[in-house]
């Protein structure tokens, strides 16, 4: 029974509707929106104008220097395609406050209404104030703004002040409306997590995972609160006054779900994450809570390096790194005491057997076959001398059999019954002899071990667009071969992948499905109980590598679109389970939009598959340097580069 349950659930989130007041289209379907870091990562460059980034408590935030208009943004671009805003929703946000000054409103976020005439005056007023203007000057455009200010131009924030927690919205005949929680100490120089719940009859605000606070407002949240033109502003109302004074660790809108399952039960309640910004991790040890508090300038104290250094009293904690010895110690107002220092090289893997190979390889499968033995299949780049196959004989692997292949880029073996089959992504890339010179299209080829003849021999060619990889998989004992197909002649890149089934009758792989792709580099099938799902890394659109990579769900015979996540340069989905629980984790390759140079320097991204909200949300970053790939052995991960 729970499972028809937890089937009805997964298919009504897959659905794709456009409920709508009218003629306006309700926001459906969205997945968590990460605020903060839309605006921070604009242009990883550097950090953008009007905020500083300051460290409290051994931990990172965003303080705000200035309403900059770059913490600000139209709604339209994170919330695509619709009119209203979600009638449900969660807000998740980490700060920290030292103090707020009586009378004083404190605005986290804002959602504001189109310019009008009275806010240009204010931004022209901002602009005067770093002019050498007269103080009289100055106060007379003041009074010209709220002679002309008009009201109801809010659509909803969240505002400190005092007297609590206030979200205020605009309500019926364009009446601001707001909900207060009150009592909630958030102002005590803490770092503090909150989850604002908001559903169609409740408002519900959790504080470092305790017990929830829950209000019952006279009338609910508007489903019809228009966001046309709109847009966000983090830290601020887009004015001088209001600007948050604490700092912002987190801030992420969760539409159409409850937050708080996947915030709650938390190790660290008070910096429980869904989404940090990368420029805010990467932090030090904090310090426990029975330790003396540092100020945000004592806990960011640097490393000194050299062969010598002094320690002292007034330099105690420290830290000195000797790159000599490869050392790193710290001082206890007396000594310097050993935290890390490099004895002897530990080498993990050690050196094994040395392959010359005959040109470039891209990749290797290893396999076996009974009564054979151990086998690895290597893509050599090359077509005049084709690829190899190696056999493991005594202690090491020896040529076995050479096959001819064109510019090939990855082997894949699978079996049907008792028969092993190995399938070669041909690019036709750089040779005289392909058979398909001139032509946007290659042909790659599934090979069959012959027992007989004890080699591998043809069985079937299919057309494939500079194939980067296959996946076999069986779905209720069908056997299936997807090709990922990187791009048809130079340019093209957003191209069908296919999806191939086995004829039992005609004995050969036909297509089954074609499904829509962006420079596809890697396909990852994987099974959750009852469920099926295939993942495509998706790498270059032919402008930017910011593309979305799509998770599919075999449901009713074909693959349906189940969520999208956003990559960079994808080219490797690896699918890993920790007891019960399932990860995915995604090769970034590198960022490059336009005539921007790339960045090769970038967080490669692990995905927890939430059961509860039926979707992948973001656990863990690794800083990467180019990634190719992903290794997955027993105890860690690794990311491959070129």
Known sequence: MSEQIFILFLLWGLRVTDTTTGTWK?????????????????????????VSVKQALGVRGVHFLSPDASMSFPSSQILVNCDLFPKEFSIVLTFKVNRITPKRNEYIFSLLEPKNAAEEMEESLQKDKTKNLSGEELGMKKKHIRKHEEPGRVILGLKLSQSGLHFFFKGQEEAVKRWVFRGTPLADNQWHTLVFVIDHHHMRLTVDCKSPLEIIPSRPFPSDLNIQGSRVHIGSRGRWKGLFSGLLRQLVLVPNSDATHQMCPSSDPQLAALSVPPLLLDLPVRKQQDDRRLTSSESAQPVSVGLESSCSELLQGQLWFNPLKKGLYVCNGSAWITVL???????????????????????????????????????????????????????????????????????????????????????????????????????SVIYKWSNRRKRFVQFQTLQTYC??????????????????????????????????????????????????????????????????????????????????????????????????????????????????????????????????PSQYTINSTIYELDMSGQLFVRFQDIVTHSGLGVLQPRGGIFSGCC
């Open 467 to 596: 194939a980067r990889d296959w996946e076999a998989f069986s779905i209720s004992q069908h056997t299936y071969l997807a090709v990922a197909n990187h791009r048809q002649g130079d340019n093209n890149h957003t191209i069908n992948s296919v999806i191939y089934r086995w004829n039992r009758s005609t004995k050969s792989f036909e297509v089954h499905q074609m499904l829509l792709t962006s420079g596809a580099y890697d396909w990852e099938f994987f099974t959750v109980g009852p469920y099926h799902f295939l993942v495509v890394a998706n790498a270059f659109d032919g402008v930017t590598t910011s593309v979305d990579s799509v998770i599919y769900i075999w449901i009713d015979g074909r693959f349906q679109v189940f969520q999208t996540i956003k990559t960079f340069c994808a080219t490797d989905w690896e699918m890993f389970q920790i007891g019960s629980r399932v990860f995915l984790v995604v090769a970034n390759g590198h960022r490059l939009s336009g005539n921007r």
């Open 26 to 50: 309700q926001c459906t379907d969205l997945l968590p929106l990460d605020l903060l870091s839309f605006v921070l990562e604009r242009d990883t460059s550097k950090l953008v104008p009007g």
């Open 341 to 443: 220092e490099d004895h002897k090289r530990l080498d993990y893997v050690l050196e094994h057997q040395v392959l010359t190979t005959s040109s470039e390889t891209h990749d290797v499968e290893v396999f076996q076959i009974p009564g054979v033995g151990l086998m690895a299949a290597m893509a050599h780049r090359s077509s005049a001398s084709g690829s190899a196959v190696y056999l493991w004989i005594h202690s090491g692997f020896q040529l076995y059999q050479n096959i001819s292949t064109y510019g090939a880029l990855a082997w894949r073996h699978f079996r049907m019954g008792k028969k092993v089959f190995l399938v070669v992504s041909n690019s036709g890339a750089g040779t005289d002899r392909q058979p398909n010179k001139g032509s946007e299209m290659d042909f």
